[in-house]
């Protein structure tokens, strides 16, 4: 199944109107995991996911939705436009093994995992992918609290887009 039709309700569904999107939050969120950590171990993904539902729960550049979190433009890398990987990507199928392991890994975060120990941040150090370290990702603006497969995870010292700080 590449496309999960999902009927969400809304405020309007006390009037009696549902709104129906073609797709999910929940599918977003898995494409999201499967754009970020298709090639790390099962902890990797978990990992992911946990940073989309921290975003979600603290409001961190986000909306509180999978959507608003995930869609966010320069937050997630995999849906970026120059990703060349967006189309092949909205296309996995959920017979496939690591996709499966995403939605594990999606349900996983969802009822509670803290292998990130709160980031909200994350990055892949390697040098061919990310040549300078960001300026978040320093240790003025934010603290490392996790790393785990080929990423590096990270609590804000100043949880920008939260309207509050984080002392760390």
Known sequence: MCLWLAWVSTDRA???EDDMRLIGEDALAIVTIMQEAAGEPYV???AVAEVIRNRMERKYSSDGTVSGTVLRPLQFSGWNSKDLGR???IRIDT????VQEC???WEEARHGSDTVKGAVLYYNPD???VP?????AKAHSAVQVAEVG????????VMRGTGGTSEV
């Open 127 to 129: 040098p061919r992918l």
């Open 150 to 157: 080929h990423h590096v995870f990270f609590v804000p010292r």
């Open 132 to 136: 300078v370290t960001p300026d978040w």
């Open 103 to 105: 939605m594990r890994a």
């Open 87 to 89: 189309i092949r990507n």
């Open 14 to 16: 006390a009037e009696g």
């Open 95 to 98: 017979d496939d093994p690591v």
């Open 44 to 46: 990797g993904k978990v």
